[in-house]
T-cell receptor, first 114, second 113 residues
Framework: DAGVIQSPRHEVTEMGQEVTLRCKPISGHNSLFWYRQTMMRGLELLIYFNNNVPIDDSGMPEDRFSAKMPNASFSTLKIQPSEPRDSAVYFC????????????FGEGSWLTVV | GDSVTQMEGPVTLSEEAFLTINCTYTATGYPSLFWYVQYPGEGLQLLLKATKADDKGSNKGFEATYRKETTSFHLEKGSVQVSDSAVYFCALSVNQGAQKLVFGQGTRLTINP
C-alpha cells in the first residue's frame, strides 16, 4: 500500500511568494495532520482534520497560513506570503481514528524561503 | 494540557552499549504511548507503541513499558548499533473526538563504532 504522499519534497522560494504544500493521505484514513519541524521548536502540530473537517487549527502560526481538505484524499497547506522564518520541514500524517491507532507520516516537504 | 517530556540530547554511545531514553507524560484521560524514530533526511516512522498500562511495546530490539503509576514510557535497548543513530521521539495520543498526537522534543542519538 502507498504511504502518505507529500509534494513537493523540496522547495526553495523567495520571500513574499505563495507556497502550496500537498498531501495525499493513506486510503481509508479519516484523520489528517499537518506538522512543522524546526531545530528551534521541534515538532509542532499546525492543524488536524477529521472526516475532512478542521478540528483544531490552534497551532497555525498566523493568518499567512491556511489549510484545506476538499476531499478525503487530498489536503493542502498554503503560506501566503512566505517569510524566511517559515523555512522548515512540513510533515503530513494520517490515521484511521481510534484509540491507539498508529499515525503514519509522509516523508516531508523541505521548505526554504530566501 | 497534554504534554510529553523526554530526555535531552544529544546522546552519544559506543556500539553495543545499553541505551535508555527517558520519557514522561501528562495527559487528560487514558493516552496511548508511542516511540517514533527519524533517520537523517527522512520522515518519522513508528518504532513501537503501547495502548494500556503495563503493556510492553517492542521492535528491532527496542522496548518500552507503559507505566501508569510513574507516567513514564522509557525506551531501552540492550546493545545498540551504529545504524540506530537517529532522532527518537516519544509521543502520546489522546482521542478527543479525533485522534491527536503530542510529541516530546526529540532525543538525538549517535552511536560510534
Amino acid at each position: 500500500d502507498a504511504g502518505v504522499i507529500q509534494s513537493p519534497r523540496h522547495e526553495v522560494t523567495e520571500m513574499g511568494q505563495e507556497v502550496t504544500l500537498r498531501c495525499k493521505p493513506i486510503s481509508g484514513h479519516n484523520s489528517l495532520f499537518w506538522y512543522r519541524q524546526t531545530m528551534m521548536r521541534g515538532l509542532e502540530l499546525l492543524i488536524y482534520f477529521n472526516n475532512n473537517v478542521p478540528i483544531d487549527d490552534s497551532g497555525m502560526p498566523e493568518d499567512r497560513f491556511s489549510a484545506k481538505m476538499p476531499n478525503a484524499s487530498f489536503s493542502t497547506l498554503k503560506i501566503q506570503p512566505s517569510e524566511p522564518r517559515d523555512s522548515a520541514v512540513y510533515f503530513c500524517a494520517s490515521t484511521r481514528t481510534a484509540s491507539g491507532n498508529t499515525i503514519y507520516f509522509g516523508e516531508g516537504s523541505w521548505l526554504t524561503v530566501v | 494540557g497534554d504534554s510529553v517530556t523526554q530526555m535531552e540530547g544529544p546522546v552519544t554511545l559506543s556500539e553495543e552499549a545499553f541505551l535508555t531514553i527517558n520519557c514522561t507524560y501528562t495527559a487528560t484521560g487514558y493516552p496511548s504511548l508511542f516511540w517514533y524514530v527519524q533517520y537523517p533526511g527522512e520522515g518519522l516512522q513508528l518504532l513501537l507503541k503501547a495502548t494500556k498500562a503495563d503493556d510492553k511495546g517492542s521492535n528491532k530490539g527496542f522496548e518500552a513499558t507503559y507505566r501508569k503509576e510513574t507516567t513514564s514510557f522509557h525506551l531501552e535497548k540492550g546493545s545498540v548499533q551504529v545504524s540506530d543513530s537517529a532522532v527518537y521521539f516519544c509521543a502520546l495520543s489522546v482521542n478527543q473526538g479525533a485522534q491527536k498526537l503530542v510529541f516530546g522534543q526529540g532525543t538525538r542519538l549517535t552511536i560510534n563504532p
